[in-house]
């Protein structure tokens, strides 16, 4: 027999299942590095945490001179490939790409899995990343942020931005990292450090408005190496009032089992 403990899980998860990994997909940041010493990259494997579906989704990879490549998501899975001549650019020792994407809410580049090639052959070890993007939640017309630490290290996230209610215009790969839509409010938080995977920290952003959309930007580094930054963000629709009271009920499940279990 099921146990009432166990069926109210159930019921919170399919709740979940539903809002993050179906209507409500965001659009999220992380930037990853070259380490390699010696070796240029031209291609690139990526791995994320969660199945990227079909549909509207969509990952973009930029360099350092904003040169830009947008592949839409026309196979769901896990694992991309961008092969020889399909990147921006190439790219060498010590060079970054910001990689957008559209993705179930907390999905991340797993970094272990993923990895820079030069003409299809992996450069061992020579991918890099730090912090996660942060997952924006809902619950009674109020958005929060949680931060989360990924990695075996403390991390810093300083620069940590909230655009509040952003014009949903703007809400597509290309542009929701710099909305400037209407009753645009920005705040500027104090830097927070998550020591460890068990304990992230959670920000309250402020009152929300259904049918706009919140953005959380932040830069990520080590406590011992905070010179070593990444940046990582994301975006979030507003839900629908209706909708609330489920992603309440979601909000409030997933933040006890990460903090009493």
């Known amino acids: 027999m099921i146990s009432r403990k166990l069926a109210s899980s159930l019921l919170v998860g399919s709740i979940c299942l539903l809002t993050s990994n179906g209507l409500l997909a965001d659009m999220l940041i992380q930037e990853i590095k070259n380490t390699s010493a010696i070796t240029t990259a031209n291609d690139l494997t990526l791995r994320f945490s969660q199945e990227i579906p079909v549909g509207r989704s969509a990952i973009s990879i930029t360099d350092k001179d904003n040169n830009t490549k947008t592949f839409t998501v026309t196979e769901s899975g896990t694992r991309f490939t961008f092969g020889v001549g399909e990147l921006p650019s190439n790219f060498g020792p010590g060079a970054t790409a910001k990689i957008k994407f ?29 912090g996660a ?9 109020v958005a929060f942020a949680l931060f989360t630490d990924p990695d075996s290290v403390p991390i810093t996230y ?8 952003a014009d949903p215009t703007t809400f597509n790969l290309d542009q929701f990292d710099m909305p400037t839509g209407k009753d645009l409010v920005t705040v500027l938080f104090s830097p927070i450090t998550v020591v460890d ?9 402020g009152s929300v408005i259904p049918g706009d959309y919140e953005l959380v930007t932040a830069t990520a580094a080590t406590v011992s190496n905070p010179s070593d930054t990444f940046s990582v963000g ?8 209706s909708m609330f009271p489920l992603l309440g009920l979601c909000f409030l499940a997933v933040m006890s089992r990460r903090f009493f279990i």
Do not use: C, R, Y
């Not at 993007?133 to 017309?141: A, M, T």
């Not at 300083?158 to 209610?165: K, R, V």
């Not at 995977?197 to 952003?205: G, Y």
């Open 102 to 130: 559209t993705a179930p809410k907390g999905t991340m580049i797993d970094k272990s899995m993923s990895f820079w090639t030069e003409d299809n052959a992996m450069i061992i070890g020579a991918l890099a990343s730090l």
């Open 234 to 241: 994301s975006a979030a629709l507003v839900p629908e009032p």
């Open 197 to 205: 995977a068990d304990h992230p920290v959670l920000l309250t952003l």
């Open 133 to 141: 993007p942060p997952s924006i939640d809902f619950s009674d017309g």
């Open 158 to 165: 300083t620069d940590i931005t909230a655009s509040l209610n």
